[in-house]
Antibody, heavy 121, light 107 residues
Framework: DVQLVESGGDLVKPGGSLRLSCAAS????????MNWVRQAPGKGLEWVASISSVSTYIYYADSVKGRFTISRDNAKDSLYLQMNRLRVEDTAFYYC??????????????WGQGTLVTVSS | DVQLTQSPSSLSASIGDRVTITCRASQSINRYLHWYQQKPGKAPKLLMT???NLQSGVPSRFSGGGSGTHFTLTITSLQPEDFATYYCQQSYTTLRTFGQGTKVEIK
């Protein structure tokens, strides 16, 4: 079975940094585009960033461009999100989500359970 | 960016009711529209892809339709396990977007 397990969420002050990780198992991680999707508590879903199977194509939502960096290590079956210059409005559950294909932009067919990032002074 | 607007934002319905949720796009997105179900404290679950392709294991009481800028998700006979929040999502553009969600509650 596909399993995605996020970690790294924490309480951080505005302007601070945090690195999220997502450990993948149960599928050939290196063959799929991966994403981060976030959800502020009690709010809707927001796609954050995507990275293609061999990191050729990387895209960001305008709200995080220049502050967040998505990366992956296919040897470790892991996805990462480096978050810098954090703002209060970045407070959310961050989900790791899989695209069904290695390239292109599609839907999200598998999701992790999420990790909570809280930005507050 | 393509904006997706769902209506209604919430609805109350009874077991056995037929429920339709609408998702409107700010520009034509062909049929690149997908639907998710989310229950409290859980990750979203993919229901339908490319407007009307039901995912494996999703009951046939769920159906989808539309094209261009107007899409619908219909539940023909609402069951207790269907009370949840539903989101549409487009993949016509690289910067993917979601609708704001429709909460289906018990009347």
């Amino acid at each position: 079975d596909v399993q995605l397990v996020e970690s790294g969420g924490d309480l951080v002050k505005p302007g601070g940094s945090l690195r999220l990780s997502c450990a993948a198992s149960g599928f050939s991680f290196r063959s799929y585009t991966m994403n981060w999707v976030r959800q502020a508590p009690g709010k809707g879903l927001e796609w954050v960033a995507s990275i293609s199977s061999v990191s050729t194509y990387i895209y960001y939502a305008d709200s995080v461009k220049g502050r967040f960096t998505i990366s992956r290590d296919n040897a470790k079956d892991s996805l990462y999100l480096q978050m810098n210059r954090l703002r209060v409005e970045d407070t959310a559950f961050y989900y790791c989500a899989r695209d069904p294909y290695g390239v292109g932009n599609n839907w999200f067919d598998s999701w992790g359970q999420g990790t909570l990032v809280t930005v507050s002074s | 960016d393509v904006q997706l607007t769902q209506s209604p934002s919430s609805l109350s319905a009874s077991i056995g009711d037929r429920v339709t949720i609408t998702c409107r796009a700010s520009q034509s997105i062909n049929r690149y529209l997908h639907w998710y179900q989310q229950k409290p404290g859980k990750a979203p679950k993919l229901l339908m892809t490319d407007t009307s392709n039901l995912q494996s294991g999703v009951p046939s009481r769920f159906s989808g339709g539309g094209s261009g800028t107007h899409f619908t998700l219909t539940i023909t006979s609402l069951q207790p396990e269907d009370f949840a929040t539903y989101y549409c999502q487009q993949s016509y553009t690289t910067l993917r977007t979601f609708g704001q969600g429709t909460k289906v509650e018990i009347k």
